[in-house]
């Protein structure tokens, strides 16, 4: 049995809290700029709310950091100084050197790094990918994803509008699927993108399509957007290769859905995460997950330098998208 400490006390970290709660590892503490969540997490679940890093730090073996993405270089740099083992969430870091910096810094450690990008397992994702690895449906040449939210709407410090915290909307919420892309058709090489603030930065909602063309042939069409009225979000995959389909949602025979803008301020989320009807929540199997490639070595689904090699991914789209040309992967 190890000792886990998260980092941050909002969505993700509330998120991961219940999915630690269901492993063998021991719950020990958490540590927020936000007092009085991390408090009240701490009450719930009867750990200990930590006042510094350096304190939880001291007390565990395995930190989770959900804070913020521009904090996540500074912590995975200390925690690997501190000899700990590291879980992180999505996107590894706001750029491709940082990124480069923290996972050699874990590996001289000796300390392992895991970056958190979920979809990898929600079951319709991975059942879609284990179809593809078995050649079901030949080689793969189209991929087609969606993933469209509302607005983060924070009611303090609502980071994830400031692109210089977050990276915004395509490396906070697109780079979820630019990674399974790249997890189903392979690496890529070349990004062409468009989104309402990459040639508006100061526009109300953002929305961006990009097209990544992969080493392999393949061609992905990824689309995102912080654009929906709360509390609405979207998801969608289609996989097409040269012998079958794979699509999700599929087989629907509603002949019309009807979306309505939530009404009040505390009807929804302050972030849409996308749900699962499954008794287990995917956010749970990853952690789940984690803790097995810790606690016994499993081969981790997801590496850091995926988690790097996404972030490359998403720099290129945006890069794209304010430059209006193309943008290839050695570039970023």
């Given amino acids: 049995m190890f000792k886990i400490g998260i980092l941050g006390a909002g969505v993700m970290g509330t998120t991961h809290a219940a999915g ?23 009450a719930e679940y009867g750990i200990r709310a930590y006042d510094s890093v350096d304190a939880l730090l001291a007390d565990v073996d395995v930190v989770d950091i959900c804070t913020p993405t521009h904090l996540h270089y500074e912590m995975v740099l200390q925690a690997a100084a ?22 050699d810094a874990c590996r001289r450690a000796g ?6 990008h979920v979809v990898r397992f929600f079951p319709e994702y991975a059942s879609a990918q284990a179809i593809v690895s078995r050649g079901e449906i030949g080689d793969v040449a189209v991929v087609r994803l ?10 303090a410090d609502n980071w994830f509008l400031d ?39 100061d526009a109300p909602e953002d929305y961006g399509i990009a097209i990544l063309r992969h080493t392999s042939g393949a ?64 956010y ?11 606690a016994h070595g499993a081969a981790p689904r997801v590496s850091a330098e995926d988690g790097l090699a996404a972030v490359r991914i998403a720099l290129a789209a945006r890069q794209s998208a304010q430059s209006g040309r193309a943008v290839r992967i050695e570039e970023v």
């Fill in 20 to 42: 630690w709660a269901q492993t063998p590892a021991h719950f020990a503490g958490i540590h927020a700029l936000d007092a009085p969540r991390a408090a009240a997490l701490a």
């Fill in 82 to 103: 501190a000899g700990k083992h590291i879980i992180c969430e999505k996107p590894l870091a706001l750029d491709v050197a940082q990124g480069a910096e923290m996972i």
């Fill in 111 to 116: 300390v392992t790094l895991l970056v958190a």
């Fill in 146 to 155: 969606t993933r469209c939210s509302y607005q983060p709407r924070l009611a």
């Fill in 163 to 201: 692109a210089a915290k977050s990276g915004g909307m395509m490396l906070d919420l697109m780079i979820h699927d630019f990674d399974y892309a790249r997890w189903i058709a392979g690496e890529v090489e070349s990004v062409y993108a468009r989104s309402v603030r990459g040639r508006q930065p």
């Fill in 219 to 282: 061609i992905s069409n990824v689309e995102g957007g912080w654009a929906y009225p709360p509390p609405m979000f979207r998801t969608a995959l289609e996989i097409a290769g040269s012998t079958g389909l794979i699509e999700h949602p599929a087989d629907s025979s509603m002949p019309l859905s009807l979306h309505l803008k939530a009404s009040g301020s505390g009807d929804v989320d302050a972030v849409g995460i996308p749900g699962s009807p499954l008794d287990e929540s995917p």
């Fill in 284 to 294: 749970t199997t990853e952690i789940k997950h984690f803790y097995d490639v810790i």
